[in-house]
């Protein structure tokens, strides 16, 4: 199988996660809980309330900001805490350098679920456009993975060649949700562990 378009999510991946309660190699929001005295179990049930809608476009962060402003107990500033937030999203620079370099042979594209102001922020933060040809938010299409719908679009918009595709994503659910529709798909642990696996398949880099 020669590859020649690569399918990459991106929360958990190339750039944190947004929700605020995470912590993961990329971001840990702890400070900002600290800063704001909210415990992580409150701001996982909030963020578990909004996620939803966010994902799919019905609402944008600043209502979940709003909600959030009520659990604030060290009687910060809602704007100080946002920027904080804001401040802890960071790209990896290790996957980053490796996309840069694939770019180079294969056609880039990126499918997340995403808010429309996540999105917005890590577009114009990180330059993302500037690596992949086409980035596909479920905010933006009210589709979010895994559903087959939002794969469904991709794959008609982009005019995709499966026997051609690999996707990569680090949720199981969205990796079986992709196979099951004849995507060649990598579960996400660790750049070297995907560099492997994508050399297995005669990536070149």
């Known amino acids: 199988m020669v590859i020649k378009t690569i399918i990459f999510d991106l929360g958990g991946v190339f750039v944190s996660d947004a929700n605020i ?8 929001f702890s400070s900002v809980l600290d800063f704001a005295g909210v415990s992580k179990e409150d701001a996982k049930e909030l963020w578990e309330k909004h996620w939803p809608k ?7 962060m600043s209502e979940y900001w709003k909600d959030f402003q009520t659990l604030i107990k060290n009687g910060v500033d ?7 937030y804001q401040d802890k999203i960071i790209i990896d620079n290790g996957v980053l350098k ?5 770019k180079n042979k294969y056609r880039l594209l990126a499918l997340a679920n995403e808010s429309k102001d996540g999105i917005d922020l890590k577009n114009d933060k990180f330059k993302l456009p500037e690596l992949f040809e086409k980035i596909y938010c479920s ?5 979010a993975k895994p559903n087959k719908d939002i794969y469904e679009y991709v794959i008609e918009d982009a005019n995709i060649d499966l026997s051609t595709t690999i996707f990569i994503d680090n949720q199981i659910e969205n990796v079986k949700a ?3 529709l004849g995507i060649r798909s990598i579960l996400f642990k660790n750049l070297e562990q ?3 696996e994508l050399n297995a398949i005669g990536v070149e880099f």
């Open 78 to 84: 809602i704007n100080e805490v946002i920027k904080k």
């Open 54 to 60: 966010l994902k799919y476009g019905e609402e944008n």
């Open 21 to 28: 309660y995470f912590e993961n190699h990329l971001c840990d």
């Open 194 to 196: 995907l560099k492997k």
């Open 139 to 143: 905010a933006y299409l009210n589709m």
């Open 98 to 102: 490796f996309a840069s370099n694939l």
């Open 178 to 180: 992709a196979e099951s």
